[in-house]
């Protein structure tokens, strides 16, 4: 069974698009900070200094696969990932604008309407963006503007720091046939969600933990891996002490794109702390591995131990 996991994770398209992701930021790096950048690109966002604070802005884009056959989970799922992002930083989000392009009518309303839902639902505001009606090919992508007073880093996880997985496992699968999903947002007030997810700006403005990161397209064990990796650090990961609903298997569990899903790094005198406010929101919180100083994601289940990636070889993103 481990050796299937190993195998299917290490093929999975979420985790293989974005090993040229590096290509990119490399690039850019010059142009990254001019004074008053605190974190460039290869966080969940980035952060400028602003004041007693900082200011937060991340950007995604949607598979182009996900938008086509679903657009209204699409345009929903826009939104999600941005505040994702943000609140993963320990921030709040402020507002949004998008990009579409793609001038078919029913698409289209699809795409808003699902858009829509998602700021309704979170109370984040889209205040602009760009619409290319005449563009040959569909897509979408959203840029979230945040504010934080204390930064969690994908980059600042310590060795011997406690991994925290955090997962709303009240809800159910997302219906997608493009992506695995799970939502446990369509069914939330926004008034519960909102309360969930300020269980992130609490840990950070409580110093309760030094690094995090969003469950995105990479799944779990992918995402704890790319938060490893960008600290320059190894894991140890047990797979069976790893959240799950009932009636999902897991191996689709451990490729899941869910709607709520962190993954934290925090020292073991306030793991449990972090542990307390995200059960006391009713979200499923637990200690599933160590910070290591090894360079590599190695990974345990059913008594027995197999390497994921091997980071002193290879990269996820490479960043």
Same mark, same amino acid.
């Given at each position: 069974?481990?050796?299937?996991?190993?195998?299917?994770?290490?093929?999975?398209?979420?985790?293989?698009?974005?090993?040229?992701?590096?290509?990119?930021?490399?690039?850019? @790096?010059? =142009?990254?900070?001019?004074?008053?950048?605190?974190?460039?690109?290869?966080?969940?966002?980035? &952060?400028?200094?602003?004041?007693?604070?900082?200011?937060?802005?991340?950007?995604? $884009?949607?598979?182009?696969?996900?938008?086509?056959?679903?657009?209204?989970?699409?345009?929903?799922?826009?939104?999600?990932?941005?505040?994702?992002?943000?609140?993963?930083?320990?921030?709040? %989000?402020?507002?949004? =604008?998008?990009?579409?392009? /793609?001038?078919?009518?029913?698409?289209? +309303?699809?795409?808003?309407?699902?858009?829509?839902?998602?700021?309704?639902?979170?109370?984040? %505001?889209?205040? $602009?963006?760009?619409?290319? %009606?005449?563009?040959?090919?569909?897509?979408?992508?959203? #840029?979230?503007?945040? @504010?934080?007073?204390?930064?969690? +880093?994908?980059?600042?996880?310590?060795?011997?720091?406690?991994?925290?997985? &955090?997962?709303?496992?009240? $809800?159910?699968?997302? /219906?997608?046939?493009? =992506?695995?999903?799970?939502? &446990?947002?369509?069914?939330?007030?926004?008034?519960?969600?909102?309360? @969930?997810?300020?269980?992130?700006?609490?840990?950070?403005?409580?110093?309760?933990?030094? &690094?995090?990161?969003?469950?995105?397209?990479?799944?779990?064990?992918?995402?704890?891996?790319?938060?490893?990796?960008?600290?320059?650090?190894?894991?140890?990961?047990?797979?069976?002490?790893?959240?799950?609903?009932?009636?999902?298997?897991?191996?689709?569990?451990? +490729? =899941?794109?869910?709607?709520?899903?962190?993954?934290?790094?925090?020292?073991?005198?306030?793991?449990?702390?972090?542990?307390?406010?995200?059960?006391?929101?009713?979200?499923? #919180?637990?200690?599933?591995?160590?910070?290591?100083?090894?360079? +590599?994601?190695?990974?345990?289940?059913?008594?027995?131990?197999?390497?994921?990636?091997?980071?002193?070889?290879? /990269?996820?993103?490479?960043?």
């Amino acid at each position: 069974m481990l050796e299937k996991i190993v195998s299917e994770i290490r093929g999975y398209e979420g985790i293989t698009r974005k090993q040229r992701i590096s290509e990119v930021v490399e690039t850019l @790096r010059t =142009v990254a900070d001019f004074g008053s950048t605190v974190l460039g690109p290869g966080d969940d966002s980035g &952060a400028l200094k602003d004041g007693d604070g900082y200011l937060l802005l991340a950007a995604d $884009g949607i598979w182009p696969k996900f938008l086509r056959k679903e657009p209204y989970a699409a345009g929903k799922a826009a939104v999600v990932v941005g505040a994702n992002d943000i609140y993963a930083m320990g921030g709040r %989000p402020l507002a949004m =604008v998008n990009v579409v392009a /793609g001038g078919e009518k029913d698409w289209l +309303k699809e795409v808003l309407r699902g858009m829509e839902e998602g700021c309704q639902r979170l109370r984040v %505001p889209m205040v $602009g963006g760009h619409f290319h %009606p005449e563009a040959d090919e569909c897509s979408l992508s959203v #840029a979230t503007l945040g @504010r934080a007073t204390n930064l969690l +880093k994908s980059i600042s996880a310590e060795v011997g720091e406690e991994l925290i997985l &955090a997962l709303d496992l009240r $809800g159910k699968p997302g /219906g997608s046939r493009a =992506v695995k999903s799970w939502d &446990a947002f369509s069914d939330t007030s926004p008034g519960e969600l909102r309360y @969930r997810l300020e269980a992130l700006v609490s840990i950070a403005e409580n110093k309760l933990a030094r &690094a995090a990161k969003d469950v995105s397209n990479p799944g779990i064990l992918g995402s704890i891996s790319t938060l490893l990796e960008s600290s320059k650090k190894g894991g140890y990961i047990e797979i069976e002490r790893i959240p799950r609903p009932k009636g999902v298997t897991l191996r689709e569990w451990l +490729k =899941v794109f869910p709607s709520y899903g962190f993954v934290l790094s925090a020292r073991s005198q306030d793991s449990s702390r972090c542990l307390q406010i995200f059960r006391e929101r009713g979200v499923a #919180a637990e200690v599933v591995g160590t910070v290591t100083d090894a360079q +590599k994601i190695e990974l345990s289940y059913q008594s027995k131990k197999a390497v994921l990636f091997d980071l002193s070889r290879e /990269g996820i993103i490479g960043i």
